[in-house]
């Protein structure tokens, strides 16, 4: 049982604040993924629960037990680095055994779980060779390998894949989720790849400036944006936002269009919808089209509406030209609605 | 200008350079040292050999390299370890261990022979403290192991500094996620720098080592400012016979000898701590 509870963490470096009072709680085995462009603090928050660096302030509890005070080696952890951080003096089979001879395990048993990790990761063949005879994608397989050996409660991912190619990417994201899942670990994984937290994670904590802006499930935090930035940072093309002014006590005026909304006393809004939560034809949104682009199995049509930038996924029948005008329904039970003051959503 | 050449054209003046002021001499001793009146003979070293005084000059040189080298070896490891680590004043502490560097080494001598003179620090120290009521002859002809300490100390202040900016520099190749991979995997300060800094700074330890080495065996001025002909060395010997006993040929054989040894050391080294090309950093 490994539930981590980051209570109330902050971290400043001199002047500039790094992490505001984070609040984070990851129950056993669950598979967290921090998500955020880079400045975030996502990697900072990774450091402070594996204990490479110390809290300004706030609590890290690990199952039950607090261990900010603890360095590294007591908290039960193994991590994954960015650049994999395979020892270069040491072979393959060292380099995966180096926690278990920390731990002082018999040689049969370091045998054993080195064997069985570099079985799951694939990479058995390479155990007598060194950091400097392998690929990016093999030392990759080597650092993972040398996490699970250790049989540790929680593993910490520091963006492990942003190193490899595209293709190796979505080779070894596959493979991971499997193998995380089989070892009941509970894991913490810092990417700045949507697509990437989207695939692996069951919950997502959106990351922004120093807070979380949200955490919940993939889905939920794609069909329903806390707040304003994680919609335009999830998704590819992002959510589209147009202020909305109040026309009735719960209806909203949007480029021109009157849209059922949320009773609110504010006299401005902002609407949102996903590109793809548009329908062409009927009631809708005037767009001016201005760029077509056909992507196979749909077609994304950037236009113009209301003077602001709009875009939309159409079925990839649709005949649409650039210059055309269009219609676009959007989906009423898609729409979202935000507080152009606190930009959260209502 | 032909592309290729150029660069050999740019190395040119500086081979000459060598070949002229160090590889002909070089050849000018190593033919003294093997011939006699023009004929080859190897009498040089068994004249060397010979004397009462080698085998003691050679013992003496042996062990102050045994002792001084290990010692300065700790001593940069542990300063270099401490520099390297800290956040601030790093520059201000690495200049402060470099100060003895800047000395030559005949100065150093002169500057301990002002702390263990009969009239020295030391002395004034003592007796101030009332601990003696007369000054001690430190350095007398009796006292032979005070002349190996305070030479080993000496050197000891004097070189230890060359082998910690070296080691310096090779730990700051050293990635620092080398050590936070090994914290998080278990490893104890010490076990972190047993596990993760030795291996990983073998090519330095190798560069100081032999460096120290090769220079301990050419100790002179130290030694002949606080010993005299007390502490006979190999090379105070050399000197000896070239200056002193004014026999060229016997000189020549002495400094072919220290030049073999220094040779021999550096092969040493460079097998023991030869870094295999698949597991350089």
Request: aromatic share 8%; glycine share 8%.
């Amino acid at each position: 049982m490994a539930e981590i509870a980051i209570k109330g963490i902050a971290k400043r470096f001199g002047g500039f604040t790094a992490l505001h009072q984070v609040d984070l709680t990851i129950s056993d085995q669950e598979f967290m993924v921090l998500l955020g462009a880079s400045g975030c603090g996502k990697t900072t928050l990774l450091r402070i629960v594996a204990g490479l660096e110390r809290p300004s302030q706030g609590e890290v509890w690990i199952g039950g037990r607090r261990v900010d005070h603890l360095p590294p080696r007591e908290r039960g952890i193994a991590m994954v680095f960015q650049n994999y951080a395979v020892f270069p003096h040491l072979t393959v089979f060292e380099n995966i055994a180096f926690g278990l001879r920390m731990k002082k395990l018999p040689q049969q048993e370091v045998e054993r779980r080195v064997n069985r990790t570099a079985e799951l990761m694939h990479i058995e063949q390479l155990l007598k060779r060194y950091s400097g005879q392998l690929s990016g994608g093999q030392r990759q397989r080597v650092a993972v390998a040398r996490a699970l050996a250790m049989e540790p409660d929680v593993i910490l991912m520091d963006e492990p894949l942003s190193n490899l190619d595209a293709l190796l990417r979505l080779e070894m994201r596959a493979e991971l989720k499997g193998v995380l899942a089989a070892s009941k670990t509970t894991t913490i994984y810092v990417t700045h790849d949507q697509v990437e937290a989207m695939s692996l994670a069951d919950r997502i904590a959106v990351m922004h400036q120093g807070r979380i802006v949200q955490a919940a499930s993939p889905v939920e935090v794609y069909r329903n944006p806390a707040a304003r930035f994680v919609g335009s940072f999830i998704g590819n093309p992002p959510m589209n936002f147009i202020p909305a002014t109040k026309a009735a006590n719960d209806s909203w005026t949007v480029a021109g269009l009157t849209l059922p909304g949320p009773r609110s006393d504010k006299q401005k809004l902002e609407f949102a919808i996903r590109p793809e939560d548009v329908d062409a034809g009927g009631e809708g949104l005037h767009a001016t089209v201005r760029v077509v682009e056909p992507l196979g199995p749909h077609t994304l049509v950037t236009c113009d509406v209301a003077g602001g930038l709009f875009r939309a996924i159409l079925d990839s029948n649709a005949s649409v030209q650039v210059g055309d005008d269009l219609r676009l329904a959007p989906k009423p039970d898609r729409i979202r609605w935000f507080d152009p003051e606190t930009a959260n959503a209502l | 200008m032909h592309g290729k050449a150029l660069p050999y054209l740019l190395l040119m003046p500086a081979t000459l350079f060598l070949c002229i002021f160090f590889l002909y001499p070089f050849a000018l001793v190593a033919f003294e040292a093997v011939t006699r009146d023009g004929a080859f003979t190897l009498d040089n070293f068994r004249t060397m050999a010979g004397s009462w005084k080698f085998p003691v000059t050679v013992r003496n040189t042996v062990l102050l390299a045994a002792i001084v080298v290990p010692i300065q070896l700790t001593m940069a490891l542990l300063m270099a370890s401490v520099v390297s680590r800290l956040e601030t004043g790093r520059g201000a502490a690495l200049y402060v261990f470099a100060i003895p560097l800047g000395i030559s080494d005949l100065a150093a001598g002169l500057i301990w022979l002002a702390i263990f003179d009969q009239s020295g620090f030391l002395n004034t120290l003592l007796s101030s403290l009332g601990v003696i009521d007369r000054p001690v002859m430190f350095l007398g002809y009796q006292s032979k192991l005070t002349i190996f300490i305070a030479v080993a100390l000496a050197e000891i202040w004097r070189a230890t500094a060359i082998m910690m900016v070296i080691l310096v520099a090779g730990m700051g190749l050293i990635p620092k996620e080398y050590y936070e991979a090994a914290e998080v995997f278990g490893a104890s300060p010490w076990q972190r720098f047993v596990r993760v800094t030795l291996p990983l700074l073998r090519p330095s330890l190798q560069t100081a080592i032999i460096l120290r080495v090769i220079l301990a065996f050419e100790v002179f001025a130290v030694v002949a400012a606080l010993g005299g002909t007390n502490l006979p060395v190999l090379m105070g010997e050399t000197y000896n016979w070239q200056f002193t006993l004014q026999d060229r040929n016997v000189a020549a054989a002495s400094a072919l000898l220290i030049l073999a040894i220094s040779i021999a050391f550096t092969l040493f080294f460079l097998r023991v701590l030869r870094v295999p090309k698949e597991a350089r950093i």
